[in-house]
């Protein structure tokens, strides 16, 4: 069922999933899942991936959880199958929510409570909460840009990115390349 071409991408797939922190088969499913045409069964799944049925319900679950799969019931027929997000940019506007909220959010919570009890009056403590205030700034500035960024439509999107690099010459601020 899956030629070269899809073997080697679902196989690359899981094996960025599994560097992103995520499990090798939920990252291969939802490759399976993004390349397919039509929607999937969860036994056609495990058996196209050679994988327990078990562990192919398990990872669905997974990837509807993070909010870039689902589940759809296709007329005449009572089973559950499944299907991908097919807009690859909603796609990572979900998954960068879901890591901003799993992981950056309570960092930030966790950065302000420990400015907030920190002791302040030693050299070595005023150096650890300058420290842990400057790690606070980073995260609250890469948020107050994420939240700008994902709210504006696909086509504002890639007419911003195209655009930076001219702009940041025009202002002088790109970095000279090397020659």
């Not at 899956?2 to 797939?13: A, S």
């Not at 690859?88 to 302000?112: A, C, H, N, S, Y």
Request: charged content about 25%; hydrophobic content about 45%.
């Amino acid at each position: 069922m899956l030629n070269p071409v899809m073997q080697k991408f679902i196989l690359h797939w899981g094996e960025m999933g599994f560097r992103w922190g995520i499990n090798r088969t939920v990252g291969q499913i939802h490759a399976l899942l993004l390349l397919s045409e039509s929607p999937l069964r969860a036994d056609e799944i495990a058996a196209t991936l050679g994988i327990a049925r078990s562990n192919a319900s398990n990872s669905l679950w997974e990837l509807q959880n993070w909010g870039i799969v689902r589940l759809v019931h296709l007329p005449g027929d009572r089973r559950d199958h499944f299907e991908s997000m097919k807009d690859i940019f909603e796609m990572f506007r979900v998954i960068g929510r879901e890591r901003k909220k799993r992981e950056v959010d309570p960092t930030v919570q966790m950065l302000r409570e420990c400015i907030a009890q920190g002791p302040k009056r030693k050299s070595s403590d005023r150096h650890l909460r300058a420290r842990l205030i400057a790690l606070l700034e980073f995260f609250e500035l890469g948020t107050a840009a994420y939240a700008q960024l994902e709210n504006l439509s696909t086509p504002a999107l890639i007419k911003i990115v195209k655009s930076t690099g001219k702009t940041l010459r025009f202002l002088g601020l790109a970095k000279k390349e090397c020659a």
